[in-house]
């Protein structure tokens, strides 16, 4: 199965910008749906956008319009870029790569958005 690692997180101010990339190792990186999760202090892990290996995607309705999730698969690479950012998008933001049912989870990456 895949291994994964973030990066790009950092501290931003309200209505800036951060890209946060994803690198996968391991096999058949290209089989996997993919996907960005995030969780706030005191909340519960919630989904920000996934993309299946068909390249369909799906976001979160908070994020709409401001965040766009791609994967690079020559690179076994998974991006999220977010614009507008907001304080409420504050959290760790954690990579996954599912498959079978099975999921694999990155170490998280911290975003804070503050002035």
């Known amino acids: 199965q895949v291994q994964l690692v973030e990066s790009g997180g950092g501290l931003v101010t309200p209505g800036g910008s951060l890209r946060l990339s994803c690198a996968a190792s391991?096999?058949?990186?290209?089989?996997?749906?993919v996907g960005w999760y995030r969780q706030a202090p005191g909340k519960q892990r919630e989904l920000v956008a996934t993309?299946?290996?068909?390249?369909?995607?799906n976001y979160a309705n908070s994020v709409k319009g401001r965040f766009t999730i791609s994967r690079d698969n020559t690179k076994s690479t998974v991006s999220l870029q977010m614009n507008s950012l907001k304080t409420e998008d504050t959290a760790v933001y954690y990579c996954?790569?599912?498959?079978?049912?099975?999921?694999?989870w990155g170490q998280g990456t911290q975003v804070t958005v503050s002035s």
């Open positions: 996954n790569a599912r498959r079978w049912g099975r999921d694999v």
């Open positions: 391991g096999s058949a990186f290209i089989t996997y749906a």
């Open positions: 993309l299946t290996s068909g390249g369909t995607s």
